[in-house]
């Protein structure tokens, strides 16, 4: 539902804010032993992938943008 190229950039480095937030909360719900070793990894794997894929869109929504202001 982003307004734009430069509101859907913000969107995205908020999603990419919350799961940086996600994985400090992962990593301390392991270290307190509320989560088996199994269902950590399984959660902080899925977490790293989506912020793998978050930091890549955001490169490549950035760079799309900075050719688009060059043409002008």
Not at 17 to 36: P, V
Not at 46 to 55: G, Q, R, V
Request: charged letters at 35%; a positive charge.
């Amino acid at each position: 539902y982003a307004q734009g190229t430069k509101d859907f950039i913000s969107k995205l480095e908020i999603a990419q804010k919350e799961i940086n937030e996600t994985i400090f909360w992962l990593e301390r719900i392991f270290k307190s032993g509320n989560l088996t070793e199994r269902e950590f990894k399984s959660m902080i794997s899925d977490s790293i992938a989506i912020k793998k894929l978050l930091i890549a869109s955001i490169t490549t929504v950035k760079a799309k943008l900075d050719t688009e202001k060059t043409k002008r």
